[in-house]
């Protein structure tokens, strides 16, 4: 039987094989030559740009709501934590790419990108253990990324 959350799990299956992608890349930034690191650098950090910033968008736009409404609305919104993490993956996002100005400290530049790529993984398991099961049990009939909200990102 369908759930309302297929189609946004198909969507973040497809953000963690592009995840990887950066990850392979990032990778191979220190062992590129000197002179092409700040390029693999700011590939790195376009890549994450364009794989994550719609979609954490897209979640507080309408994910983050749909949530609410079902669990717990207000000024302690159930999805708070959630928003606060979306905080810390942008501060770390900027943080990669004023990083990604230093090829001399490429090593850094690939630590400071896994370390944001365990952050992001580690909040999509949260919102699929949590945010998930509460949408296909109160969402039934609705598909995420269907009539209940917008089209996914």
Do not use: N
């Amino acid at each position: 039987m369908a759930r309302p959350t297929d189609a946004l799990r198909a969507t973040r299956a497809g953000i963690r094989a592009r995840l990887q992608e950066v990850a392979e890349k990032a990778g191979a930034v220190t062992a590129g030559p000197p002179a092409a690191r700040a390029a693999a650098m700011r590939e790195v950090v376009a890549g994450l740009d364009r794989c994550l910033r719609g979609h954490l968008e897209w979640e507080e736009r309408t994910l983050h709501p749909v949530v609410d409404k079902f669990a717990c609305e207000g000024p302690r919104a159930f999805s708070a934590s959630m928003r606060y993490e979306h905080d810390i993956i942008h501060r770390w996002m900027a943080e990669l790419a004023r990083r990604a100005g230093d090829p001399d400290d490429a090593a850094g530049f690939v630590r400071h990108t896994d370390r944001l790529l365990g952050v992001v993984l580690a909040h999509f398991e949260l919102e699929e253990a949590v945010f998930f099961p509460i949408l296909d049990e109160t969402a039934a009939g609705h598909a995420i990324g269907g009539p209940l909200s917008p089209a996914l990102p």
